[in-house]
């Protein structure tokens, strides 16, 4: 998820906390997303990493623990593999309605009108790849959906898991709102939601918006996914 660009930040981290300096532009020079714009090999690592966060880490979490009912205590390379193969199986698209304020900044991270949507934005609050007027929340669900299949190409049939994250600024009863709506448009191209995990979980402080996660599922992701869990934020 990060390379050896971050961890030189990190040895920084006695002078962050004495200066308040940003320690990535001190370093390399430009903020991290604008020096990711030139390095397109680190920036695609990070992308990929962030594109299944929330269900990768669980499912190779529980690989670490759990197998068929038991403790097993697979060791790091076999984790590591079952995470390749679930972020493989992943996609994910987001939508915001506002932008987010980074305390660093002080100021929205990109302006956006009242009657205005950004799609494709990043769970850290940047910008999107596109700019596009208010739509239903059944067409907004459409249009993610379009992307994230075109991306991830399940077969007919195949089980998925959803995923619907809130970015912090979007009411619960929204969320589910977007997962039920998600649900629907998948059966109707012939696919099968079988497990399914919504609120507000990886967030973008105060922004409005939510992003739809898809997770092409085999027996082995399903039996760690459903597997004891017992955390601040996830418990089944």
């Known amino acids: 998820m990060m390379g050896e ?22 370093l390399h020079g430009a903020p991290i997303f604008d020096w990711m714009s030139t390095h397109p090999e680190q920036a695609k690592i990070f992308d990929e990493a962030m594109t299944g966060i929330h269900v990768f880490q669980p499912e190779a979490l529980s690989r670490g623990q759990y197998r068929r009912g038991r403790v097993t205590g697979a060791d790091l390379d076999e984790c590591k593999a079952l995470g390749d193969r679930v972020n493989a199986s992943t996609a994910s698209m987001g939508v915001a309605f506002t932008s987010c304020t980074v305390p660093d900044a002080g100021a929205p ?18 910008p999107g790849r596109q700019r596009r007027g208010w739509l239903p929340a059944s067409d907004i ?15 007919p049939g195949r089980e998925l898991l959803l995923h619907v994250n809130g970015f912090g600024g979007t009411p619960l009863i929204e969320l ?15 696919l099968q ?23 092409a599922l085999d027996a082995e992701m399903l039996a760690l996914w459903d597997a004891p869990v017992h955390t601040a934020t996830l418990r089944w």
Request: glycine share 10%; aromatic share 6%.
């Open 176 to 190: 589910h709102l977007l997962n039920r709506l998600a649900t629907r448009q998948l059966q109707a191209r012939g």
């Open 5 to 26: 660009e971050h961890y030189a930040v990190w040895g920084q981290l006695v002078a962050i906390l004495q200066t308040g300096e940003n320690a990535f532009e001190k």
């Open 193 to 215: 939601v079988k497990r399914w995990l919504v609120g507000n979980l990886t967030t973008s402080l105060e922004m409005a918006g939510a992003s739809l996660t898809l997770t």
């Open 109 to 126: 991270t990109f302006d956006i009108g009242p009657d205005e949507i950004e799609v494709g934005v990043g769970i850290h609050g940047e």
């Open 141 to 155: 669900v459409g249009l993610l959906l379009d992307a994230v299949l075109a991306d991830l190409r399940p077969a």
